[in-house]
């Protein structure tokens, strides 16, 4: 179980730096994976999977959380699924998903699941309402998430430079896209020393399901 600051700690006290806090979270899910005990996110309360027209999301790691079963419910009801491609110093791309999640080769350079199709860049995703009612969604994996939504990211800075509010599509104030963090509860609340070029998401979920943030 992973304790960092409290909802009432000062700024003013001492706070782990970002690789420090990396190695805590690293460490601690690699031991409840060992112990087989990584939870399952499902659908929250409340979210339709008819909802949304388009879906960024992710292909999470070994000892990521684990969102191929909300992905494909969307899919299967009729949402583009998208998920990263990266390349080393540069914003994400992006390639829709085709098919089933879980015959999705990992072929990336860092091991991760990326579909085979065309790439399109941020500012070519579809977010934003369409008219109907249906908005976009956009999942963003961290290793966790402070009170404030700012993100502790892997370190390589993908999703910062692509959609942090100086990346190259800014998520901030996007009317119609829902922007939500996605890490284990046992690792809310860490204590980000944001930067003001870090993303941050309004709502975090996890797998006791959705937490708003104060950003």
Known sequence: MLVFMSPTQSADEPRLRKPELRAAVRAARATRRKRSQDPVLTLPAGWDPARFHTVVGYAALPGEPDVDGLLQQMHDAGAEVWLPVTT?????????????????????????????????????????????????????????????????????????????????????????????????AAELGVPVDARPWDLRVPAVLTESGQHNTDS
């Open 88 to 184: 080393p110093h540069c914003p994400l791309a992006f390639a829709r998903v085709t098919g089933p999640l879980s015959e999705i080769p990992a072929t990336g350079p860092w091991g991760i699941r990326e579909p085979a199709g065309p790439r399109v860049g941020a500012p070519e995703l579809r977010l934003g309402g369409d008219g109907t009612g249906r908005e976009a969604l956009v999942l963003v994996p961290g290793l966790g998430f402070d009170r404030t939504g700012a993100r502790l990211g892997q370190g390589a800075g993908f999703y910062d430079r692509t959609f942090g509010p100086q990346g190259l599509r800014p998520l901030t104030g996007t009317e119609g896209t829902q922007v939500v963090g996605v890490c284990f």
